[in-house]
DNA sequence: ATGAAAGCGCTAACAC
DNA sequence: GTGTTAGCGCTTTCAT
């Protein structure tokens, strides 16, 4: 390693080749321009001389970033958490960096992020929108300003938007069924917000399983919540106010269920002898640990990927993919064991 | 909201209002020169038009950028997940950004991330290493360049560095005890490499508590390895091969007991029947839900704010704050209980 | 209290 | 092939 390797820039690589900064910069980023040799010596020097070229000074030059803004509403579940790796390590693999940000499920939170993403110039944006998520400003400024835009997983309400989602529908309205085909018919939905699609759409497959069996549902365990903890947890309360309680619970994420699973020990209900829980999520490290749920499995690792490359895409064809929408099969895990015995 | 949202800068803020660019400049930022009229004025302004303020320029001519820079080894596992979480928020609520990069426990990874994150100018870097990580080069260029530097859990073996950490050798003498307490004895160490702190006082608490007790350390059950679930696995089939099974595990990650246990299932080994496991990490949501280890609980939330707290102490205080090592305590929990039992 | 000039380190025209 | 000239949008002296 050399020794001296601060603020070793362009001109000072210059200097010692007695060309000028023109010359490196472009035998640097390999133009045509320059010659073999030139390039040869240059390269040789910059390594030498542990030259980094200053992001900031080369991006407001050059206004694009090579960089992907990533907006998330949680980090710590798993769920995300292998969103974010599979959006890392694709983009790692394209020569993108992801800057990441977490709303903490605060929209107001969701907007500075953004806003700051755009100051940087970022060339692309991906989104999972939090759950308190209704003005979509913010987003029409995105699309404004020409900059790609692709959500994940969580979609707003708006028109023409590029995404990459499970089939929310189709995973609610299988796990509905495997309960109604076990005999379980007392059952309840701890549902996401409707303004969101993956509550609506989660909601949308449990009453159409309910009503296609001719199932009575029950206005009383139909609750209508956010994704976290706090929100099962109520619903718990919720539920158990209202008299008996149901055969089996819907829940719309895995932290819902977790809440839930928490209050309900609280008050000496055994799960899953007295209620069983199946949610939307994905029990970690490939099903092989028990879980006291069943999943509608959600594949993250896939949404990643597809994301980054729908980005990509959108940004180095802007027209072409617009408000392209790629959808996700989501599979039933019963005991961790993909069930074949519903579609 | 405004219709002309694209490119506002201060030279157009500038122009509204007859005054130049640095008045607009100035009273932005706050600074003590500008009339409070004036400030008063330009604030309405910029927010009516939607001004944000360009980072990249910003930050060229400041040569500050309010960013810290994190790298970790891995996000898709609770304990990352959660230290992340952790300081991201922390980060947030003093003004701060944070731009996450993953090396996946590679260690050209981690080294060509460093090199991204000083190009952006970060005012400090936390970092966790990999497990690879063995030349120590790149901490001393960022040293050298008089970038705070803070490690967070996992630190390279170098002098004056500023870190956080957890009791690794107290949470593995601890662990071993409990198992020696109950009269477990044939106890293997699933451990981490030695060339990382964590790996080295966790093998050696282990060590110090079966010398402690005088109970005899079976070289085969001594395994040095990495972090992740194939460790675990290879783990097992190493330990399987020698003849009979231990009794307990102390594994050194929580992924190193989830590979361990993957392998005993399809081996017909039945966990914590056969094998008790005890692992570092983090039970999820409260240690409501049943696992099938018993954990060393790290403190991630607090590893995390510390962590924050002091690159913000080198950022303000470069010399007083230079080579601080904050130590946190571990908690042995017992399904899911805090023991008492043991120190 | 306000502004003019210079410059952060790089890239993008356009000459030569 | 290589260099010259501007300029990205902001902050910083230093005048006024």
Known sequence: MSKKVQHVKLEDLAQKLNVSKVTISKALR??????????????????????????????????????????????????????????????????????????????????????????????????????????????????????????????????????????????AYSATEYFIKKRLTKIAHLGGYNHINIGKARTAGFTSAMNDYNIPINSDWMIEGGFAEEDGYEGFNRIFSKGPLPEAILAVTYPVALGFYEAAIQHGISIPDDVQITCFGSNSYKNMVPSVFNFVHQPAKELGEEAVKLILNLINNP??????????????????????SVA
């Open 30 to 171: 390999d133009h045509p321009d320059i010659s073999i040799e030139m390039k040869r010596k240059v390269n040789l020097l910059a390594d030498e001389l542990g030259y980094v070229p200053n992001f900031l000074a080369k991006n407001l030059s050059s206004r694009k970033s090579n960089i992907i803004g990533l907006v998330v509403p949680k980090i710590a579940h798993f769920f995300f958490g292998s969103i974010i790796e599979s959006v890392y390590d694709t983009a790692f693999k394209n020569n993108y960096e992801i800057v990441l940000t977490v709303s903490q499920e605060m929209a107001a939170r969701e907007r500075k992020h953004i806003l700051s993403l755009l100051s940087m110039k970022v060339d692309g944006l991906i989104v999972s929108v939090t759950q308190e998520t209704t003005d979509n400003a913010i987003f029409e400024r995105v699309k404004n300003m020409k900059v790609p835009l692709v959500f994940i997983d969580r979609v707003p309400t708006t028109e023409c938007t590029s995404s990459v989602t499970v089939d929310d529908y189709g995973g």
């Open 319 to 340: 027209t072409e993919f617009e408000c392209s929408n790629i959808e996700l099969k989501t599979q039933l895990m019963i005991n961790g064991k993909s069930n074949k």
